[in-house]
């Protein structure tokens, strides 16, 4: 049903939507809409925060369309609108080498500390 | 991709679903799943948008401005989970033009509940108890699916998806104490209406062919029957406290279960809808093609427009 064989995601894909981005190519002859990440600042003092997908031809219909589809409940104060083939990502099969050496590392959080009882304001 | 690899990739990922970790769009997944996963959510995607049609039906008669207002809001809505869901497909690779016409063609299937018409203003009442009833049943577990995308557009319909029900309630509510001709009226939807949104959640456990490698994938977290059952024994009594009476003779409370017993569903039915015989069918196929083809201008204007002040611009 419209999905090709998932054999191009493992380990090749190099972010997160490249193979979205190889079709996107082909489909521009058909003028699909690019695709559109979006990104919602909940309230004045928070980060925008991944919310979700769209198409729409350009960013100015993009926002407007996130407005329509993300926020039809007072969830934003701010839209930000990427396209997505401009998203570089990490890959899940580099996670190990990326992120493992943080985890030994366990003298960078206070926890590690012996501190006497009695002791505060620490 | 060497077969030991396969089994050694599939048994990581196994391990991962078991663990109760979420998969993400980048992660290695066994091609069913994937190919299981677009299959449900472009179906789950169809019914939001075919689940308009019945609806809008309705929405230049509502009875009052309140009603229209709500009626509005609801619609849209469906329109939104609909997009959530095509986003999510998108993420597994498939193509999200192509998904909408295989809906077209009749290769894609959406949920029967829609092929039904919507015949009077009560069976808006009883669409959004019933229909979005089942559907919150079925979809609140699905926000602990082991798909993150497809988990967290669920938390987001289910969030939106309680006022439906709700609405839907009150207009029953209010039918069933206002006049005899009112109260006759959503009695006489609720019997159009029951069967079908029992057989919502698809055949019997017996019958079903997906379940088990859906459970095991997490993809499923509850049995089809488990899902009709609890529908059943939340909805007699709120049809109760209203007065309608639920259309089924052999429904009766088992106390060793604490559940209800409830008579056969016509399956002949069921199979007769899904495979494209039902009162609405072509109707509703039909609606949306047209839809697409009258939007044609549209699209190509906006990306005339979006090419222009890229121009712009550019100079």
């Not at chain 1, 079709?23 to 309230?43: G, H, Q, T, Y």
Request: aromatic share 8%; net charge negative.
């Amino acid at each position: 049903m419209g999905a090709r064989s998932g054999k191009c995601i493992c380990g090749e894909a190099k972010n997160e939507k490249s193979i979205l981005i190889k079709k996107d190519f082909s489909k521009m002859a058909n003028n699909e809409w690019p695709l559109w990440e979006v990104f919602i600042r909940s309230k004045q003092g928070l980060s925008h925060k991944h919310v979700g997908s769209l198409r729409a031809p350009d960013a100015e219909m993009a926002v407007e369309n996130a407005r329509d589809v993300y926020t039809r409940r007072s969830e934003g104060i701010s839209i930000w609108v990427v396209e997505s083939n401009n998203i570089h990502a990490s890959h899940p099969s580099e996670a190990d080498s990326l992120f493992e050496p943080a985890h030994s590392k366990v003298y960078r959080h206070p926890t590690f500390y012996d501190v006497p009882d009695g002791i505060s304001h620490m | 991709m060497l077969e030991a690899n396969i089994n050694e990739l599939e048994r990581r990922f196994q391990e991962k679903i078991d663990n109760d970790q979420k998969i993400e769009p980048n992660d290695w997944m066994p091609d069913n799943y994937r190919q299981t996963l677009i299959r449900q959510i472009s179906q789950h995607a169809h019914s939001e948008i075919v689940g308009m049609l019945p609806e809008g039906n309705w929405i230049t008669r509502a009875p009052n401005l309140r009603r229209k207002a709500v009626l509005l809001a609801k619609v849209q809505d469906e329109a939104g989970h609909g997009l959530y869901l095509y986003s999510a497909t998108e993420t597994l690779g498939a193509d999200r033009e192509e998904t909408i016409d295989d809906l077209h063609s009749g290769k894609a299937k959406y949920s029967s509940i829609f092929n039904y018409p919507t015949l009077s203003w009560a069976d808006m009442g009883v669409i959004g108890w019933l229909v979005d009833g089942a559907a919150i049943m079925n979809q609140v577990p699905l926000c602990r699916c082991s798909y993150g995308p497809y988990a967290r557009a669920m938390v987001r319909v289910c969030k939106e998806e309680s006022f439906h029900q709700r609405q839907g309630y009150e207009i029953m509510m209010t039918l069933a104490k206002g006049t005899p001709e009112q109260k006759a009226m959503a009695q006489d939807a609720l019997n159009r209406f029951w069967w079908p949104s029992l057989m919502m959640f698809g055949p019997n456990d017996a019958e079903s062919t997906h379940t088990a490698q859906s459970m095991a994938w997490k993809i499923k977290r509850s049995t089809n029957d488990e899902l009709r059952q609890q529908m059943v024994d939340i909805t007699v009594p709120q049809a109760e406290l209203i007065g309608l009476t639920i259309p089924d003779p052999d429904l009766k409370w088992n106390e060793e279960k604490q559940g209800y017993d409830y008579g056969e569903i016509d399956w002949d039915e069921f199979w007769s809808v899904v495979k494209g015989n039902g009162p609405c069918n072509k109707e509703r196929v039909d609606a949306r093609r047209k839809a697409k083809e009258n939007g044609e201008w549209v699209r190509e204007a906006a990306n005339a427009y979006a090419a222009k002040q890229k121009m712009k611009k550019a100079s």
